[in-house]
């Protein structure tokens, strides 16, 4: 693999106008298709197979006016005064008027009137479901009593979906991301060039996620994330070429030839990288849901175009910029074949010196930092964590304050029968029982359909959509109906979609885990030909995602120190980022693992002691590993400053976790693991070795078919 890319980056080198050109080219292209076929994101979170699942698809045929997107217009009277029927005459005239409503229910009529008079709730039936409302739809029902004086109305309901939008905050990653990489570089060509190369394959694969959003069903959270991973991975992946790519500048290599050296060397471990990424992303197909395969695949498409840019368009960009990737002190004191001995060599001698301690307070400290995560719940996102101020939020709070938090998680029990004598009694029999169901709050009549054949009963809790009680509740109810004869019974609505989302996907993540962990030492095997090293990578990423896992409960779910990142309602963490996080962290840990270890195995297969060849692997790559990982947390920190929950969660899970599998697991407990495990390391059973195939990601074979004439520099050619 290494002589290919040797060759990839070479060509690449020296076709540099032709690559550009193929590259803009193909952006212009994309980003035409995006325009042109770029359809609406969607908040829709289905899960095939579960019973709310099957009921909300059973009404969209039996029930099909209860099928629409429904609204809940909040109207509230000043203080110690009381509503009238005539005071919500504008505001059931507003709402009717809405394009695509079909109904407005006076509270008056449907009993939505709170106890003391002050609050009332209008229920808004569309006439179409949630996806399908439009722009225009939704800000026309946001202005729904905004003529109303003397009264407090708030439009909520699903009908506001939950659009995430892009914002100026993430920009301030990237501004981070440039200060590293120019204190990096000591160069504003080198830093520019990286970040510019970042940014193309960002733009590219984004357009190109954008123009298939018209074919294939995309959730709001999936541009995001693969933004977030997409520009993450890709200023990381250009700068470990582009600092190899200087390291051999700086020994008196010509630039031609130390580009292809560059990319066949640091680039298998970028391809070997990716892949690991992608194929953990992609592996998220294997959990069974759409959703979340959608936002696998959407993410793993754009860290494959960001190795693809490094590998081609990065070498391209390499020969323009000529020797100005160095700084002018370097520039003028080449070529030198010496090296100063910086940071990372005294940091590896260091905790090699005091590597058992070491070990034991790593292992202890991250082990605390795990235990929070005993208490993780999960849900989907709701208007209870929406942006405080928003209209959803607002309307969410002021029915919790005038009606109870159980009125913001309403059930809906759907009965279907033979015929309207069995159903009406099954219904009959299923609001009784259910209204006797610690948890409930209230049970409203049943409501069949034209055909008598279908009947919903609708069910308010005692508590809030994401309360434990409320999950206990429906669980309940399930139970007890599931002993009514003569009709099939199945408990759906928001909640209901949740809490089985929910329970699906924590079921899936053990799974998931040891599919993942299970590939990280097959891969490693691999690349490193060992036992140890694969198993000593994998139990350091479990003390990765535990702790990781361990600090976001605590924050967000149990609300330590949440007003530091803009926290105010903590809840359970949103259902899908145990198992996406799991996911990515997987991928990069593995990138930080093979870009030191790597190096650890290449010098000790050239004859360096095992003490010594983790001291040099420190050395060489600790500056730029160190670099990558405050860029990735720079990155994934800027997205935790969005108003969106979902997002700022999952940001911050990432930060976090690149920073503890970083500085803590890679660049000190790895060290202090392969200082003790010593020759032991590198040992593989000779079946394996037979057996195994080798991937020469260190390019030794390339280091050896250049070695007869050891390329000596060429003149400087059309590239100069």
Same mark, same amino acid.
């Not at 892009?166 to 504003?188: D, N, P, R």
């Not at 560059?262 to 959990?287: E, K, P």
């Not at 090293?533 to 976001?552: D, H, I, N, Q, Y």
């Not at 330590?560 to 799991?582: C, E, N, Q, R, W």
């Given at each position: 693999?290494?002589?290919?890319?040797?060759?990839?980056?070479?060509?690449?080198?020296?076709?540099?106008?032709?690559?550009?050109?193929?590259?803009?080219?193909?952006?212009?292209?994309?980003?035409?298709?995006?325009?042109?076929?770029?359809?609406?994101?969607?908040?829709?979170?289905?899960?095939?197979?579960?019973?709310?699942?099957?009921?909300?698809?059973?009404?969209?045929?039996?029930?099909?006016?209860?099928?629409?997107?429904?609204?809940?217009?909040?109207?509230?009277?000043?203080?110690?005064?009381?509503?009238?029927?005539?005071?919500?005459?504008?505001?059931?005239?507003?709402?009717?008027?809405?394009?695509?409503?079909?109904?407005?229910?006076?509270?008056?009529?449907?009993?939505?009137?709170?106890?003391?008079?002050?609050?009332?709730?209008?229920?808004?039936?569309?006439?179409?479901?949630?996806?399908?409302?439009?722009?225009?739809?939704?800000?026309?029902?946001?202005?729904?009593?905004?003529?109303?004086?003397?009264?407090?109305?708030?439009?909520?309901?699903?009908?506001?979906?939950?659009?995430?939008?892009?914002?100026? &905050? *993430? !920009?301030?990653?990237?501004?981070? =991301? $440039?200060?590293?990489?120019?204190? @990096?570089? +000591? %160069?504003? #060509?080198?830093?520019?060039?990286?970040?510019?190369?970042?940014?193309?394959?960002?733009?590219?694969?984004?357009?190109?996620?954008?123009?298939?959003?018209?074919?294939?069903?995309?959730?709001?959270?999936?541009?995001?994330?693969?933004?977030?991973?997409?520009?993450?991975?890709?200023?990381?992946?250009?700068?470990?070429?582009?600092?190899?790519?200087?390291?051999?500048? &700086? *020994? !008196?290599?010509?630039?031609?030839? =130390? $580009?292809?050296?560059?990319?066949? @060397?640091? +680039? %298998?471990? #970028?391809?070997?990288?990716?892949?690991?990424?992608?194929?953990?992303?992609?592996?998220?197909?294997?959990?069974?849901?759409?959703?979340?395969?959608?936002?696998?695949?959407?993410?793993?498409?754009?860290?494959?175009?960001?190795?693809?840019?490094?590998?081609?368009?990065?070498?391209?960009?390499?020969?323009?910029?000529?020797?100005?990737?160095?700084?002018?002190?370097?520039?003028?004191?080449?070529?030198?074949?010496?090296?100063?001995?910086?940071?990372?060599?005294?940091?590896?001698?260091? #905790?090699?010196?005091?590597?058992?301690?070491?070990?034991?307070?790593?292992?202890?400290?991250?082990?605390?930092?795990?235990?929070?995560?005993?208490?993780?719940?999960?849900?989907?996102?709701?208007?209870?964590?929406?942006?405080?101020?928003?209209?959803?939020?607002?309307?969410?709070?002021?029915?919790?304050?005038?009606?109870?938090?159980?009125?913001?998680?309403?059930?809906?029990?759907?009965?279907?029968?033979?015929?309207?004598?069995?159903?009406?009694?099954?219904?009959?029999?299923?609001?009784?029982?259910?209204?006797?169901?610690?948890?409930?709050?209230?049970?409203?009549?049943?409501?069949?359909?034209?055909?008598?054949?279908?009947?919903?009963?609708?069910?308010?809790?005692?508590?809030?959509?994401?309360?434990?009680?409320?999950?206990?509740?429906?669980?309940?109810?399930?139970?007890?109906?599931?002993?009514?004869?003569?009709?099939?019974?199945?408990?759906?609505?928001?909640?209901?979609?949740?809490?089985?989302?929910?329970?699906?996907?924590?079921?899936?993540?053990?799974?998931?885990?040891?599919?993942?962990?299970?590939?990280?030492?097959?891969?490693?095997?691999?690349?490193?030909?060992?036992?140890?090293?694969?198993?000593?990578?994998?139990?350091?990423?479990?003390?990765?995602?535990?702790?990781?896992?361990?600090?976001?409960?605590?924050?967000?779910?149990?609300?330590?120190?949440?007003?530091?990142?803009?926290?105010?309602?903590?809840?359970?963490?949103?259902?899908?980022?145990?198992?996406?996080?799991?996911?990515?962290?997987?991928?990069?840990?593995?990138?930080?693992?093979?870009?030191?270890?790597?190096?650890?195995?290449?010098?000790?297969?050239?004859?360096?002691?095992?003490?010594?060849?983790?001291?040099?692997?420190?050395?060489?790559?600790?500056?730029?590993?160190?670099?990558?990982?405050?860029?990735?947390?720079?990155?994934?920190?800027?997205?935790?400053?969005?108003?969106?929950?979902?997002?700022?969660?999952?940001?911050?899970?990432?930060?976090?976790?690149?920073?503890?599998?970083?500085?803590?697991?890679?660049?000190?407990?790895?060290?202090?693991?392969?200082?003790?495990?010593?020759?032991?390391?590198?040992?593989?059973?000779?079946?394996?070795?037979?057996?195994?195939?080798?991937?020469?990601?260190?390019?030794?074979?390339?280091?050896?078919?250049?070695?007869?004439?050891?390329?000596?520099?060429?003149?400087?050619?059309?590239?100069?």
């Amino acid at each position: 693999m290494a002589t290919l890319l040797y060759r990839l980056g070479r060509s690449s080198f020296r076709r540099r106008g032709r690559v550009v050109a193929v590259w803009l080219l193909l952006l212009v292209l994309l980003g035409g298709a995006a325009v042109a076929f770029h359809g609406a994101t969607s908040d829709k979170f289905s899960m095939p197979g579960t019973e709310s699942q099957r009921a909300m698809d059973a009404l969209a045929t039996e029930f099909p006016q209860a099928g629409g997107a429904g609204g809940s217009v909040v109207v509230a009277a000043p203080q110690g005064e009381r509503l009238e029927a005539g005071d919500l005459a504008p505001v059931l005239k507003a709402a009717a008027a809405v394009p695509g409503v079909i109904a407005a229910v006076d509270p008056f009529q449907s009993g939505a009137v709170s106890r003391d008079g002050r609050y009332a709730i209008v229920q808004v039936q569309f006439d179409r479901p949630v996806n399908d409302i439009t722009a225009a739809q939704r800000e026309a029902y946001l202005k729904v009593g905004s003529g109303v004086t003397g009264l407090r109305v708030e439009p909520g309901g699903e009908v506001l979906g939950n659009q995430v939008e892009v914002g100026s &905050s *993430e !920009g301030l990653g990237v501004l981070i =991301a $440039a200060v590293v990489l120019i204190v @990096t570089f +000591g %160069s504003l #060509v080198a830093a520019g060039m990286t970040l510019l190369n970042a940014l193309i394959g960002v733009a590219a694969g984004m357009a190109g996620l954008y123009a298939l959003s018209g074919v294939f069903e995309l959730t709001s959270v999936t541009p995001v994330l693969a933004l977030m991973l997409g520009l993450a991975v890709g200023i990381d992946y250009s700068l470990f070429i582009t600092s190899r790519y200087r390291q051999f500048l &700086s *020994e !008196g290599m010509e630039r031609e030839e =130390a $580009a292809g050296r560059a990319t066949g @060397t640091a +680039g %298998s471990a #970028v391809v070997f990288a990716g892949a690991t990424v992608v194929i953990a992303l992609a592996g998220l197909s294997v959990v069974g849901i759409p959703f979340l395969t959608t936002m696998g695949l959407a993410a793993a498409g754009t860290v494959a175009v960001a190795v693809l840019v490094a590998l081609t368009l990065l070498p391209a960009a390499l020969a323009f910029a000529g020797d100005r990737v160095l700084p002018r002190a370097q520039r003028a004191a080449r070529p030198t074949g010496t090296r100063r001995e910086g940071f990372g060599y005294r940091w590896a001698g260091w #905790v090699i010196r005091l590597r058992v301690p070491i070990l034991v307070a790593g292992v202890v400290g991250l082990g605390a930092l795990t235990l929070p995560a005993q208490d993780l719940r999960l849900a989907l996102p709701n208007a209870s964590t929406a942006a405080p101020g928003s209209s959803a939020r607002e309307a969410y709070d002021l029915t919790s304050e005038g009606f109870g938090e159980g009125f913001n998680a309403r059930l809906v029990a759907v009965v279907s029968g033979a015929d309207a004598k069995t159903t009406t009694a099954a219904a009959q029999q299923t609001a009784q029982l259910i209204q006797q169901t610690e948890g409930v709050l209230a049970v409203m009549p049943p409501q069949p359909n034209a055909t008598g054949t279908t009947a919903l009963v609708s069910i308010i809790p005692k508590a809030g959509p994401t309360d434990a009680a409320t999950e206990d509740a429906v669980h309940a109810i399930r139970a007890k109906v599931a002993a009514v004869d003569g009709a099939r019974i199945a408990v759906t609505g928001a909640t209901a979609v949740g809490i089985d989302v929910s329970q699906k996907l924590a079921d899936a993540m053990p799974v998931y885990l040891l599919l993942v962990v299970g590939l990280s030492v097959l891969l490693l095997m691999l690349v490193f030909r060992s036992i140890l090293v694969p198993v000593k990578a994998a139990l350091g990423f479990l003390l990765t995602v535990g702790s990781t896992f361990g600090v976001t409960v605590a924050i967000f779910q149990q609300g330590h120190l949440a007003g530091l990142v803009g926290v105010d309602v903590p809840g359970p963490l949103v259902s899908f980022l145990p198992i996406l996080l799991i996911g990515i962290l997987f991928g990069l840990a593995m990138d930080y693992e093979v870009f030191l270890v790597s190096r650890m195995r290449e010098d000790h297969l050239h004859g360096d002691t095992p003490r010594q060849a983790v001291v040099n692997g420190m050395g060489h790559n600790a500056r730029v590993v160190t670099a990558a990982a405050l860029i990735m947390t720079a990155v994934f920190g800027g997205f935790v400053l969005m108003e969106d929950p979902t997002i700022k969660s999952i940001g911050f899970a990432l930060a976090v976790g690149v920073l503890i599998d970083a500085f803590v697991v890679r660049m000190t407990l790895v060290p202090a693991v392969m200082s003790l495990l010593g020759r032991a390391a590198w040992r593989l059973p000779r079946a394996l070795d037979r057996i195994l195939p080798d991937l020469d990601v260190e390019g030794e074979r390339l280091r050896h078919s250049l070695a007869p004439d050891d390329r000596p520099r060429e003149k400087a050619d059309a590239a100069s």
